[in-house]
């Protein structure tokens, strides 16, 4: 099974800082990667695709780094709005499959 | 706008069953571009996918569930439905339906519409 890490678990930032957020998995996934925004009491929301992909209507803020088994999330300029837990998510098509990371809290400062 | 709608009950005793419906609206379920998902999330943990199907019934399981899991599929209701056998308390979690995009078998993207969830509590 592949596992995914992300660092750090939480972070608190100020607003229009640069924020960024590893993932790793425990074997190479190639592009296979798609990261997600939770806010509280709400369903995650698909921001970045195949690595780095930004899905339609994502502010461009958002973007997506990496191949292999490393990978970097990052927010240019952090938000009030950008308050989430962020999670990364594996994908593979033999069998068909998903895993997420633990998820990195992300906190106004 | 295609939405998605979990439904079901929000309290299971332990060794019973868990049934869970999503309805997809404004949007066939019968689509050839689009397998349908069931992911969960514990109180206060993170997210687990729990398996998919195709209209056509074609399903996928996460192995750590597989035992206790069967996805079904009514494209005359538009809906797809969970069940998950001899729950614990385990088990208790805000359980969600999620799109799952493809192009020719493969997965496209990510899981791009979500129902909102549900709470289900295992508890006597």
């Known amino acids: 099974d592949i596992q995914m890490t992300q660092s750090p678990s939480s972070l608190s930032a100020s607003v229009g800082d640069r924020v960024t957020i590893t993932c790793q998995a425990s074997?190479?996934?190639?592009?296979?990667l798609n990261w997600y925004q939770q806010k509280p009491g709400k369903a995650p929301k698909l921001l970045i695709y195949?690595?780095?992909n930004l899905e339609t209507g994502v502010p461009s803020r958002f973007s997506g780094s990496g191949s292999g088994t490393d990978f970097t999330f990052t927010i240019s300029s952090l938000q009030p709005e950008d308050i989430a837990t962020y999670y990364c998510?594996?994908?593979?098509?033999?069998?068909?499959?998903?895993?997420f990371g633990p998820g990195t809290k992300v906190d106004i400062k | 706008q295609l939405q998605l709608q979990e439904s079901g009950p929000g309290l299971v005793k332990p060794s019973e069953t868990l049934s869970l419906t999503c309805t997809v609206s404004?949007?066939?379920?019968?689509?050839?571009?689009?397998?349908w998902g069931w992911i969960r999330q514990p109180p206060g943990k993170g997210l687990e996918w729990i398996g998919s199907?195709?209209?056509?019934?074609?399903?996928y399981y996460n192995p750590s569930l597989k035992s206790r899991v069967t996805i079904s599929v009514d494209t005359s209701k538009n809906q797809f439905s969970l069940k998950l056998s001899s729950v614990t308390a385990a088990d208790t979690a805000v359980y969600y339906c999620?799109?799952?995009?493809?192009?020719?078998?493969?997965?496209?993207?990510?899981?791009?519409?979500w129902g909102q969830g549900t709470t289900v509590t295992v508890s006597s």
């Open positions: 999620a799109r799952e995009p493809m192009v020719r078998g493969v997965i496209k993207d990510g899981m791009d519409v």
């Open positions: 404004g949007g066939s379920i019968s689509s050839s571009s689009y397998y």
């Open positions: 199907i195709y209209y056509s019934g074609s399903t």
């Open positions: 074997q190479d996934i190639s592009n296979y």
């Open positions: 195949d690595a780095s």
């Open positions: 998510q594996q994908y593979d098509n033999l069998p068909r499959g998903f895993t």
